[in-house]
């Protein structure tokens, strides 16, 4: 079954500094990966996702993710943080059980940023 | 509207209450799903609907009772909950094609907040 792991449950980074958040997954097949976000009192938003079609995914806001098989990791990075990235992300991974498509999520990062 | 709409926002029942939770996606897809989310544990996928048609069950308990009268619309019927059932409570939507997957992103309503006391 695929499943993904963050690392991290709170990331705090000075506004301006790099967001790095961590995302390994465990698939037995060739994985299609998400990440997602959740603003406070919101619903989840998709930031990027992976498809095999290239391995540095850049997506709204900023956030690129690059995917590393040898490492099984898909993290999240972004060069300068805003205030307004401030939220929660979520590193989902889809599969295939029965002909449906099914998205299992990681317990997710909450991200601070410091002014 | 566009996109997933989810009411009420907000809903304080009691343990021996019936209410219901509606979705509604306005973006013409054919799956539909209900998530519950609650502090510091990971997204749980409750129910899928694909082409109206319940696919998976993830061992919730029968006293959440969904209902998907057509591809627009999804219902979650409540009935003599616990108090352990207090979280949000998430609604998707996606496009879904027989045969080979499409990889589609889902799309999230913004949440119904339950309280149950």
């Known amino acids: 079954a695929q499943s993904v792991t963050q690392l991290g449950s709170h990331v705090s980074v000075s506004e301006g500094a790099l967001v790095l958040l961590r995302c390994n997954y465990s698939s037995s097949v060739p994985p299609y990966l998400f990440w997602y976000v959740q603003y406070p009192n919101q619903g989840l938003q998709l930031l990027l996702k992976y498809t095999s079609a290239a391995t540095l995914v850049k997506g709204i806001n900023g956030f690129e993710a690059e995917f590393k098989k040898s490492e099984t990791s898909f993290h999240l990075t972004k060069p300068s943080a805003h205030m307004r990235d401030a939220a929660e992300y979520f590193c989902?991974?889809?599969?295939?059980?029965?002909?449906?498509?099914?998205?299992?999520f990681g317990t997710g990062t909450k991200l601070q940023v410091i002014p | 509207e566009t996109g997933v709409t989810q009411t009420p926002r907000h809903l304080v029942m009691g343990m021996t209450n019936k209410k219901s939770l509606k979705c509604e996606q306005h973006?013409?897809?054919?799956?539909m799903y209900w998530y519950k989310q609650s502090a510091k544990k990971p997204l749980e996928l409750m129910f899928v609907y694909s082409l109206e048609e319940r696919v998976e069950n993830n061992s919730v308990p029968s006293r959440f009772s969904p209902e998907c009268p057509n591809s627009s619309h999804l219902f979650l019927h409540l009935h003599t909950l616990q108090p352990e059932d207090s979280a949000l409570y998430l609604c998707a939507s996606s496009q879904e094609a027989a045969g080979e997957p499409y990889h589609t992103e889902a799309f999230f309503g913004q949440g119904t907040r339950l309280t149950v006391v």
């Open positions: 973006l013409g897809h054919n799956a």
């Open positions: 989902a991974v889809e599969s295939f059980p029965g002909g449906y498509q099914k998205v299992t």
